[in-house]
């Protein structure tokens, strides 16, 4: 199985949530989030960076 990772550039306020939740999948990109992997092998920490996100901006959807 696997899952697309997404990040709304926009909607994304620069707050570090999803980075304190999956450090190894998210990164700070000046102000804003980035994500490192779009294409994941397993949901692990990226469903919680989704689920720890104020502004809700974090998809993770399974390909």
């Not at 990772?5 to 926009?10: L, N, P, R």
């Not at 998210?26 to 919680?48: L, S, T, Y």
Request: charged letters at 30%; glycine letters at 6%; hydrophobic letters at 40%.
């Amino acid at each position: 199985m696997a899952f697309k990772v997404e990040i709304d550039k926009d909607a994304c306020i620069g707050c570090g949530a999803c980075v304190a939740a999956c450090p190894d999948n998210f990164e700070m990109d000046a102000d804003k989030a980035k994500v490192k992997n779009a294409q994941a092998e397993e949901e692990g920490c990226n469903k919680a960076a989704a689920d720890g996100c104020p502004v809700n901006c974090i998809k993770v959807t399974e390909v």
